[in-house]
């Protein structure tokens, strides 16, 4: 009977019904992203974003033109995101781990949402 007691007082607890509610949202989005995933995949969806920037054009640009502070930058996008170092880097690599470090610094609870969705996509595709 206390057990009962319990479980009743912790459904009626302030916070709880918001943290069910918030689950249950967060299991939903990364549904979506599962299913973003797989039309990416098949290509219902294009697997690459464009960005238009003229600095950050300007930059990659001037990265091109020279490896060592090309790979300086990449090494401290990898850095902020707790990876080894790499050796070589090319302008997109740099603007994906950049927008990586960017979600994960702004959203991390999207970033692990999408960590879910990827394993769950690679799960069903075994």
């Known amino acids: 009977m206390s057990d009962e007691l319990e479980e009743l007082r912790k459904k009626t607890e302030r916070g709880d019904r918001n943290d069910e ?3 249950e949202a967060d299991s939903a989005f990364v549904d979506e992203l599962v299913d973003a995933i797989e039309a990416v995949d098949s ?3 294009p697997k690459t ?3 238009r920037d003229q600095p950050v054009a300007a930059l990659l640009a001037t ?3 020279d490896d060592a502070e090309m790979t300086a930058v990449g ?3 990898e850095e902020a ?3 080894e170092c790499s050796e070589g880097f090319d302008r997109s690599e740099i603007v994906r781990l950049a927008v990586r470090v960017g979600l994960e610094t702004a959203t991390p609870e999207k970033t692990e949402q999408l ?3 990827v394993g769950r996509h690679a799960q ?3």
């Open 63 to 65: 990265l091109d033109e």
């Open 75 to 77: 090494n401290a996008l």
């Open 115 to 117: 960590s879910d969705a």
């Open 49 to 51: 974003v464009a960005v």
């Open 81 to 83: 995101l707790g990876r």
């Open 43 to 45: 290509g219902e969806r």
């Open 21 to 23: 509610i918030r689950t």
């Open 124 to 126: 069903q595709n075994i």
